[in-house]
Every structure is written in structure tokens, then in C-alpha cells.
């Protein structure tokens, strides 16, 4: 849905030009086929968080899909909201975890410290792509973190997040090391915002790279406690 509502201002964007994992522009064809989609899956998603008849999970699912939407949609299309458009990225996420965490039973006060640095993490990256499409968004005439506090200043709002997530987690775990990675990726637009793109790529496939590791590591130590039970 982010990518139909986006539609005007995509055409401008230089990012969004060809396909890559910083997006792409949708064929306003297939703008009704998403949108019936959309609300197809919302329906889905609501009626088996109700099946679990567990409150928090019905709470956490119903505000997923809230962020989900108004995230872009009107009438709130947070991402037009300065602060709160980086801020609301990292909520979907948290929330998605005490979606996880709910559906097995856990209640969201179980949530781990990581996740919260996880969530904080992705308002960093959020901010920075901001910072990348700042001047598109200014040509568009939409309001963002970077429009309101500047590319200086918003670059130092998104090196803080890792810079506290390091802090807090330490860096010698898998997710640690993540978040030492990304402090790394994402200094250099702090003294010359011209690398903010470029960061803001590496941060990208810095994420997925250690999305993998992180998955790996969790495979190898279920293949370890198989091998102990037999």
C-alpha cells in the first residue's frame, strides 16, 4: 500500500527509478489488485488474532495493522508526520514482536531488551533514508524527520539509535554485532551528509546480510540440541 500512495512522489524519486531493495515505482495497473489485497489480508490477519482468543495477541494484531496502514494511508499517513514518520517505522516493527511473543502464550512485558534496540534500530534506518530524499520530499511538498530537522541533524538522530543500541546490548552477540556494524555504516553522513545515500544502502544490505547469520546461528543451535536429545 506504501508504494500506491507513494505513486506521485516515487516519479520523482531517483531511488526509486529501478528495482532494488531501496524499492521501485508500481504500475498504477496493479494499484486496485493491491489495494483489494490489502484489504483481503487485514480481514485475514484480524480474524485468526481473533481465533486465538488471547487479548494481547488481538491487541498486538490489531495494532500492527493499524500502524500498517496509517502508516501511509489517510487520514493519519504518519509518514508525513516529521519525527513521529521514523519513529511509527520502529513501532511496526516492536509491535510485530509482541505479536510473536503473544501468539505463544508470552505476554509483552516478555519482550526482550533486544527487540526494543531491534525496533530503535529501524527508526535509525528509517531516518536516514529520510535524509536521503530529503530534497524529493521537498519538491513533493511532504514533511519527514529530515525536512523538519535538517540532513545534519537528522543524520546524528540515526547514528544515536545504533549508538544507544550498542550501548545497551553490548556487540558480541550476532545482534550485537549488528548494531556495531550499522554504528559503523552510519557515522560517516554525521560529518558529510553527501554520504548519507551510500550509507544508507550499506546499512540495507548490512541488515540482510546479518539477517542470514542471525538465521544460520539459530539453525546450527537447533541442529545441536537435536543431536544432544538423540
Given amino acids: 500500500m506504501n508504494d500506491v500512495y507513494d505513486y506521485d512522489s516515487d516519479l520523482l524519486n531517483p531511488r526509486k527509478a529501478g528495482d532494488s531493495l531501496e524499492g521501485t515505482i508500481l504500475d498504477p495497473v496493479y494499484h486496485d489488485d493491491i489495494r483489494v489485497a490489502a484489504w483481503v489480508s487485514t480481514a485475514l490477519i484480524l480474524s485468526c488474532a481473533l481465533l486465538t482468543k488471547k487479548g494481547q495477541n488481538i491487541l498486538a494484531t490489531a495494532s500492527l495493522v493499524f500502524f500498517g496502514w496509517q502508516y501511509s494511508a489517510t487520514p493519519l499517513r ?14 511496526i516493527v516492536l509491535v510485530t514482536l509482541f505479536v510473536g511473543f503473544t501468539l505463544g502464550g508470552a505476554s509483552v512485558v516478555d519482550v526482550p531488551s533486544k527487540d526494543y534496540a531491534m525496533a530503535l534500530a529501524c527508526v535509525g534506518v528509517h531516518a536516514l533514508g529520510a535524509v536521503v530524499d530529503v530534497d524529493v520530499d521537498v519538491i513533493a511538498g511532504q ?41 559503523v555504516i552510519t557515522i560517516p553522513p554525521v560529518f558529510n551528509v553527501d554520504w548519507a545515500h551510500m550509507s544508507f544502502k550499506a546499512v540495507v544490505y548490512w541488515t540482510v546480510l546479518m539477517v ?7 539453525a546450527k543451535n537447533v541442529v545441536s540440541k537435536a543431536r544432544k536429545i538423540h
Avoid: C, R
Avoid at 504518519?78 to 513501532?91: A, C, H, W
Fill in 78 to 91: 504518519l509518514k508525513e508526520v516529521p519525527i513521529i514518520d521514523s519513529i511509527s517505522n520502529g513501532l
Fill in 212 to 218: 542470514i547469520v542471525w538465521f544460520g546461528a539459530q
Fill in 143 to 183: 514533511k519527514t524527520i529530515a525536512t523538519f530537522l535538517g540532513k545534519k541533524l537528522t543524520a546524528v538522530f540515526a547514528a544515536s539509535t545504533f549508538t544507544i543500541g550498542v550501548a545497551s546490548e553490548g556487540y558480541t552477540s550476532v545482534f550485537g554485532a549488528y548494531l556495531a556494524g550499522g554504528l
